[in-house]
């Protein structure tokens, strides 16, 4: 199977309109800066809301992760890619959060999803049997450890390196190799009976 | 055959093994079933994983980068505001605040009870000015949201600490005038503005100055009458008891509340934070008429993307025609989302390519986005 290369997908730094804005919103232009934010807030939401798992709270992270960047942005290098830097601060906003002792007040309700699964698609998975998978695995992510979330979330969906993940969360990337071993192998056997057949599809459907 | 390793995939999988270590997993592999099962499987979690959608409701990424804006800076206002009919609707909506504040002052405090349903928010202070300096600026539904109380916590407070303070002060005595560069776009904007607000262009400056103009009158005559009222009201709210005075708060918040905690504006609303001010009207009125439309139906979805595509076509020179061709964009793909029907996909690819193939595409990041999102 093909592996997914360690590169993000992000924004290169080589985007000269990226790069154009973030310079602009260096100087003090809020509208640059609003730009940035619509380039990058579905990404950011979706870190905190993976994290969090309350729209509510994934609504602050997001909003609060864009005023630290925005307050750190003169130091920020413009020749890196801004993408994975803007995640590292929202999850680092998130797991503190969760971590938080009001946090801890605010369990989530059993069976609670803030994330529909989409149906269909075009995904590996097809039809009823992907609807299913995709629930299953949301309860299973729900049901990890925040640290594990994290790290799952960071790698397996942004697709940040190990190396970005650990300084997003403080930890070494030892505990990030270990976190994220755990949470897959959690996840993994908990989809486990929709994968055999899915496993098989996706070889075909591989891009 | 070598020791499994099945300790070691996850590494594999994710590209981050030493290159002697990956070799020798890769020759691994080649002759483990089973290893290489279970790394199929891993793949298929992680792959399943990025298929979970995160959709808040409807708005919401609309409404975003104009509330981070507005913590970073509260704005007084831009020059792509509202229409001048938003205006009129903020004039009544001020008398109808008004009048009875106004009265009040020759009646006997009356109990919180009668108070219209006002949502939960911070405490305002001087309310009276506040809630009447503030009302034009409402009519836009880019505007910090009061939180919901239970969404209210101490990272909250932390954070309207470090960044929030000028969102809760309160609003000036008079209604703040756009900022000189903002306002039309001028040559000193142009760069900027070419990339985020493709409403605002010289072509457009004129327009935009007249309704920058005459906001800026209304927006004066309003304040002078709020300061009168105010002023009015401060005489009769010193008289009542501070109990009768805390009570009265939320009253005099509560016509403008809604409109701050509902982020996820109704059509009405949403329409009103079209770019507006410098395009032809006609085509003005098609987008916002546009951006109003909900699809309820598969059949309805595929209409919108349509009519989106149609309009796209027809303002192709307009300044605003990139922002309108990413939304044809968006409506494919939200038509797809909706349907999940192939073909849909074939559509939104063709669009987005179509978008992406454009040198002038300002916005081909997002549009890159969103093919990302369903080719995973």
Known sequence: MERRSTKPVSVAAADPVEADLLAKAQGGNLFAFEEIVRRHQRRVYGVALRIVRRHEVADDVAQEAFIRAYQSLASFDLGRPFAPWICRIAANLAVNHVRSPEAREEALPEGHAEMPAREGGSGPLDGVLEGEARRVLQRAMERLP?????????RAVEELSYREIADALGISIGTVMSRLSRAREKLREAVLPYLGPAAARARGDER | MSEHVLDRLGAYLDAELPSAEEAAVSGHLRECPQCARHLEELGAVDRLARTLAVEPGQGYFESLPGRVRDRLAPRPKRASGPPLWTLAAAAALL???????????????????????????????????????????????????????????????????????????????????????????????????????????????????????????????????????????????????????????????????????????????????????????????????????????????????????????????????????????????????????????????????????????LRAERVRELLREFDR
């Not at chain 2, 919180?112 to 409402?138: D, F, N, Y």
């Not at chain 2, 009061?146 to 309160?170: F, H, T, W």
């Not at chain 2, 008289?239 to 918040?253: K, L």
């Not at chain 2, 793909?333 to 690819?349: M, S, V």
């Open chain 1, 146 to 154: 925040v640290e594990q979330r994290a790290v799952f979330t960071l």
């Open chain 2, 95 to 361: 008398l109808a605040v008004l009048t009875p504040l106004t009265l009040r002052q020759i009646r006997p405090v009356a109990p919180a009870a009668e108070a219209p349903r006002a949502a939960p928010g911070p405490p305002q202070p001087t309310p009276a000015t506040l809630s009447v300096a503030r009302v034009p600026s409402e009519a836009l539904p880019a505007k910090p949201i009061a939180r919901a109380p239970e969404a209210k916590r101490a990272s909250d407070a932390k954070v309207d600490k470090e960044v929030g303070a000028l969102v809760m002060q309160p609003a000036p005595r008079t209604i703040p005038v756009p900022r000189p560069g903002t306002a039309s776009g001028g040559a000193g904007q142009a760069g900027i503005s070419a990339f985020v607000d493709p409403w605002d262009t010289l072509a457009n400056a004129r327009h935009a100055e007249e309704v920058a103009a005459a906001r800026k009158r209304q927006a004066a005559e309003a304040a002078a009458e709020a300061q009168a009222r105010s002023l009015e009201l401060d005489g009769a709210v010193a008289g009542a008891s501070s109990d009768e005075r805390d009570t009265a708060t939320p009253r005099e918040e509560a016509p403008a509340a809604p409109a701050r905690s509902n982020f996820a504006a109704p059509p009405a609303a949403k329409s009103a934070s079209a770019p507006a001010g410098s395009i032809a009207s006609g085509t003005e009125a098609r987008y916002k008429a546009l951006l109003a439309r909900r699809a309820g139906t598969a059949d309805e979805a595929r209409a919108l993307r349509e009519a989106w595509r149609a309009l796209a076509r027809d303002v192709a020179q307009d300044p605003a025609a990139d922002e309108i061709r990413e939304r044809a964009v968006e409506a494919a793909a939200e038509t797809y989302r909706f349907t999940g029907d192939p073909r849909d996909l074939d559509e939104l690819r063709r669009d987005a390519e179509a978008y992406l193939a454009r040198a002038d595409a």
